[in-house]
């Protein structure tokens, strides 16, 4: 049985999700957790968010299900529509560029073994 969590439009750049989402790839469900609570990245708290409401699904599709047993079978970060900001950097010859911040959709699916 798999539950399914995602998180889009997330305002962190897609690469420095990736990082925490390789960390945490095959891992026991419990064990992520205890990782990202005490990870010092800045996407450590939005995929440990997103690792309790995949565990909420599972549950919620199966009241039965062994939370023991949970294990992140998949996670992923895409790239997002970046966002403007309303402010503006300095060009050359007088121009001026709006600032853009990156944006990710992150996914991650849970699994039990059996």
Do not use: C, Y
């Not at 079978?73 to 309303?86: E, L, Q, S, Y």
Request: aromatic letters at 4%; zero cysteines; a positive charge.
């Amino acid at each position: 049985m798999e539950a399914i969590a995602k998180a889009r439009n997330q305002r962190i750049a897609v690469r420095k999700a990736r990082v925490i989402a390789n960390l945490i790839r095959g891992r026991n469900a419990a064990e992520a957790l205890e990782m990202l609570r005490f990870t010092k990245k800045a996407a450590a708290p939005i995929v440990a968010k997103l690792l309790d409401s995949a565990i909420s699904n599972a549950r919620q599709k199966d009241q039965n299900v062994d939370l023991d047993n949970l294990v992140v079978k998949t996670v992923f970060a895409d790239k997002a529509p970046d966002r403007f900001m309303r402010r503006w950097r300095p060009r050359a010859q007088g121009r001026a560029t709006r600032i853009t911040k990156g944006m990710s959709h992150i996914t991650l699916v849970v699994s039990d073994e059996g």
